[in-house]
C-alpha cells in the first residue's frame, strides 16, 4: 500500500468520551498534517509535523485536542471530551519536503459522529 | 489574511461538454501555489492540477486546465470533454510558506454533477 491510510473510518461516540484517530503517512514522507472537514465546507488546517516535531497548531485545536508523532511515522489525533461541534470529518495528509512545492498526498478521512 | 473564494456551491454539466469552475483568492504574498482537487463522493481528495504563481503559462493535465491570472487573482479550473467519473466536489486550494511553516487554505468547493 503506497498511500495514505486512516482508522479508523467511521467512528461514533457519546458527548463527553475521548476518542483517538491514527494516520499512516506514505512511508518515505516526513510531513504530516491534520485536517478537519465539516459539512458544506473545505479542509481547515489543524495542525503539521516535521518529523516528530509538532511545527504549528491551529487556534481550531482547543485544548481537548492533542497530536503525537513519536517516531516520526504514524501520528495519532486524539480529542478529550467530545462535544458535538466535534463532529466532523478528520483528514491526514503527508507530503515529502523536498525544494520547492512539496505535494500533499490525502487519506480517507475517519467521520466522527458526537451523539 | 490568506483566504479562497469559490463562488459556485454548485455546477452542472453534460457528459462530453466543457464546464469552468471559479476560483478567486486574496493574498499579499508573490510566491505561492495554486491547487484544484477533487473529492468523490466517499473517497479520498486527489490532486487534479496545480499552478505555481511564478509561471505566466497556465499548467494543463489533459481534459483539465486552468485559467490563471495572476494580477486578478484568480485561477479558474477548465473540464473539457466531461465524464461521469468527474462527478465530485472539486476545492481550490492556496498555499503559502509563513514562517517555515507550509500551509494550505482550501474554499468551501463546488459540487460538479455530470449528466449522462
Known amino acids: 500500500d503506497t498511500g495514505v491510510s486512516q482508522d479508523p473510518r467511521h467512528k461514533i461516540t457519546k458527548r463527553g468520551q475521548n476518542v483517538t484517530f491514527r494516520c499512516d503517512p506514505i512511508?518515505?514522507?516526513?510531513?504530516l498534517y491534520w485536517y478537519r472537514q465539516t459539512l458544506g465546507q473545505g479542509p481547515e488546517f489543524l495542525t503539521y509535523?516535521?518529523?516528530?516535531?509538532?511545527?504549528?497548531k491551529s487556534r481550531l485545536l482547543s485544548d481537548r485536542f492533542s497530536a503525537e508523532r513519536p517516531k516520526g511515522s504514524f501520528s495519532t489525533l486524539e480529542i478529550q471530551r467530545t462535544e458535538q461541534g466535534d463532529s466532523a470529518m478528520y483528514l491526514c495528509?503527508?507530503?515529502?519536503?523536498?525544494?520547492?512545492?512539496?505535494?500533499?498526498?490525502f487519506g480517507p478521512g475517519t467521520r466522527l459522529t458526537v451523539t | 489574511a490568506q483566504t479562497v473564494t469559490q463562488s459556485q456551491p454548485e455546477m452542472s454539466v453534460q457528459e462530453a461538454e466543457t464546464v469552468t469552475l471559479s476560483c478567486t483568492y486574496d493574498?499579499?504574498?508573490?510566491?505561492?501555489?495554486l491547487f484544484w482537487y477533487k473529492q468523490p463522493p466517499s473517497r479520498q481528495m486527489i490532486l487534479v492540477i496545480r499552478?505555481?504563481?511564478?509561471?505566466?503559462q497556465n499548467a494543463t493535465e489533459n481534459r483539465f486546465s486552468v485559467n490563471f491570472q495572476k494580477a486578478a487573482k484568480s485561477f479558474s479550473l477548465k473540464i473539457s470533454d466531461s465524464q461521469l467519473g468527474d462527478a465530485a466536489m472539486y476545492f481550490c486550494?492556496?498555499?503559502?510558506?509563513?514562517?517555515?511553516?507550509?500551509?494550505?487554505?482550501f474554499g468551501k468547493g463546488t459540487k460538479l454533477t455530470v449528466n449522462p
Open positions: 495528509a503527508s507530503s515529502l519536503q523536498r525544494q520547492g512545492l512539496n505535494e500533499q498526498y
Open positions: 512511508s518515505e514522507h516526513n510531513r
Open positions: 509535523f516535521q518529523n516528530e516535531a509538532q511545527l504549528e
Open positions: 493574498t499579499s504574498e508573490s510566491d505561492y501555489y
Open positions: 499552478q505555481e504563481a511564478y509561471k505566466q
Open positions: 486550494a492556496y498555499r503559502y510558506l509563513q514562517g517555515g511553516s507550509e500551509k494550505l487554505v
